[in-house]
């Protein structure tokens, strides 16, 4: 009776994968480069939420969303001697309360540029889906090294994504 259950909790999440692949696959999930282009060229809008690591700093510049995807903007300032080579970022949503819920999110646009050179600031753009976030939860962004053990967490708290600057025919408007 356990194992059915089990088996039939692990089929439910394999169809919920199915369908989010078919929505990655689908035209209407196409991420705008111009808008990409749009969010890097902004202005750092947040200047609190950001963390050094091992002479690394990781700051989130601006957050954009338009009906189907949010932008971040991250700066990522090199103050070592050594280049960093970005591996791998990952995004997850964490709702606090009576149980803890997660949810992790693949970035469907991640910015060419993979390594930051020593002494060197890069503006990095990464899309993901857009999300409803609740007023108890938490938003991490994890950055990996590849060839190192460097790795980083920023964490954004839900009143900085309810604050996210919003796309409407490609002009960017204030909340």
């Known amino acids: 009776m356990i194992l059915e259950r089990k088996i039939l909790r692990m ?5 919920g994968e199915l369908k989010w692949l078919i929505h990655l696959v689908s035209t209407d999930s196409l991420v705008s480069p111009k808008r990409v282009a749009a969010v890097k060229a902004l202005a750092p809008h947040f200047k609190t939420y950001g963390i050094i690591k091992n002479s690394i700093a990781f700051l989130l510049g601006n957050m954009v969303s338009d009906d189907k995807f949010m932008y971040l903007q991250f700066q ?40 930051v050179s020593a002494h060197k600031i890069e503006t990095l753009v990464y899309v993901i889906p857009l999300f409803a976030s609740g007023s108890d939860g938490q938003f991490t962004v994890i950055f990996r090294e590849s060839l190192g053990n460097r790795k980083a967490q920023l964490h954004i708290p839900t009143r900085a994504i309810k604050s996210t600057l919003v796309f409407s025919h490609d002009i960017i408007l204030s909340p």
């Open 11 to 15: 089929v439910r999440h394999l169809q």
């Open 76 to 115: 990522v300032i090199n103050k070592s001697h050594l280049n960093y080579l970005l591996d791998y970022v990952s995004f997850e949503y964490k709702k606090h309360g009576n149980k803890d819920v997660s949810k992790a999110f693949e970035p469907l646009y991640t910015p060419s540029t993979r390594e």
